[in-house]
């Protein structure tokens, strides 16, 4: 099946500036990958999503990047907010159906 | 409002005490998902089923089953609870009808303890 890796495992930003969290994934037909924030106690939510046939995605302060050829996409979060910090999953599926997780990265804004 | 619910929200059980965890949800979507979220290891899924009476293994199906009887219900049973499946629960569902996102919807989590 499918594997996921996520790095960094946690990341710490200066209000202002730029995160960047980066996943691998090892099945080339895999064709949707989704970020979800998880805010502590809180459920994961879907923050953006990009699919195999765009090689960028921006919304506002958001964006994600894919490479399909190095098998890699990245989340950017730029003007971070002490609000951003949370779990930032990233995932993938070939299907649809079956979705695989990367292991989450704690960002932490500090003020 | 849209939503996804998931009953208990806490369980504390014993060894070998069959449990059920429901999830229900009111946006008419075909797609539910189970999951496990455990330190470390990320969101790991369960099961998921495509629509009702349609279930299929995900990466973790040791010790589970599930049933789609109805479409807004997807409740996730454990005959034989061990200790290693102490975990929080997801469940989420998901429109797949002519949507170029597959957004889950999550609900909002099951803590499950197995002493």
């Known amino acids: 099946g499918e594997n996921v890796e996520q790095h960094p495992s946690t990341l710490s930003v200066q209000e202002g500036d730029s995160a960047v969290i980066k996943c691998t994934y090892s099945?080339?037909?895999?064709?949707?990958f989704p970020w979800y924030k998880q805010e502590l106690g809180k459920r994961p939510q879907l923050i953006i999503d990009?699919?195999?046939?765009?090689g960028e995605k921006k919304d506002q302060r958001i964006a994600v990047t894919l490479n399909k050829t190095a098998k890699h996409f990245s989340l950017h979060i730029t003007e971070t907010q002490p609000e951003d910090s949370a779990v930032y999953f990233c995932?993938?599926?070939?299907?649809?159906?079956?979705?695989?997780f990367g292991t989450g990265t704690s960002l932490t804004v500090i003020p | 409002e849209a939503q996804v619910t998931q009953n208990p929200r806490y369980l504390i059980t014993v060894t070998g005490k069959k449990l059920t965890v429901t999830c229900s949800q009111n946006?008419?979507?075909?797609?539910m998902s189970w999951y496990r979220q455990d330190p470390g290891l990320g969101l790991r899924q369960i099961y998921y089923?495509?629509?009702?009476?349609?279930?299929d293994k995900g990466d973790v199906p040791e010790g589970y089953k599930v049933s789609r009887k109805e479409k807004r219900n997807f409740p996730l049973i454990l005959e034989s609870p061990s200790p290693n499946q102490t975990s929080l629960y997801f469940c989420?569902?998901?429109?797949?009808?002519?949507?170029?996102?597959?957004?889950?919807?999550f609900g909002p989590g099951t803590r499950l303890t197995v002493t």
């Open positions: 989420a569902s998901s429109s797949h009808s002519g949507s170029a996102s597959y957004e889950q919807y």
């Open positions: 089923s495509m629509n009702v009476e349609v279930t």
């Open positions: 990009i699919r195999s046939n765009v």
């Open positions: 099945d080339s037909a895999s064709n949707y």
């Open positions: 995932a993938a599926t070939p299907t649809g159906n079956q979705f695989y």
């Open positions: 946006m008419n979507h075909e797609y």
